[in-house]
């Protein structure tokens, strides 16, 4: 299940849904592809990862659905990635520099 949901976060497209999530709240498909420039069916062929791994949350309205955030957890767990990035990086840095 672990090595699951990190294969789930480990597609870039699907950050950048998440974080759009993150940032604007409920989204339509169609707002998601005006974003992010993707195609429609890209779109919501990731989206529909998401939800199948529990990180978004369909809801319908009339013919088209609205996705938001359903497990905020996922961004404690790219902070916590990205900080250690950051780490190496500045570690890399001071060497290049020092």
Not at 11 to 29: A, D, I, Q
Not at 49 to 61: K, S, T
Not at 76 to 85: M, P
């Amino acid at each position: 299940m672990i090595a699951a949901r990190f294969r789930v976060l480990s597609e870039p497209t699907r950050l950048k849904l998440l974080n759009l999530l993150r940032e604007r709240g409920e989204m339509s498909v169609g707002e998601l592809v005006t974003e992010t420039g993707y195609g429609q069916a890209n779109v919501s062929k990731h989206l529909l990862v998401l939800l199948d791994a529990g990180m978004v949350a369909r809801r319908r309205e009339g013919t088209s659905a609205r996705y938001r955030i359903a497990d905020e957890t996922i961004f404690a767990l790219c902070e916590l990635v990205c900080s250690g990035i950051e780490a190496q990086l500045a570690a890399r840095q001071a060497a290049l520099l020092g």
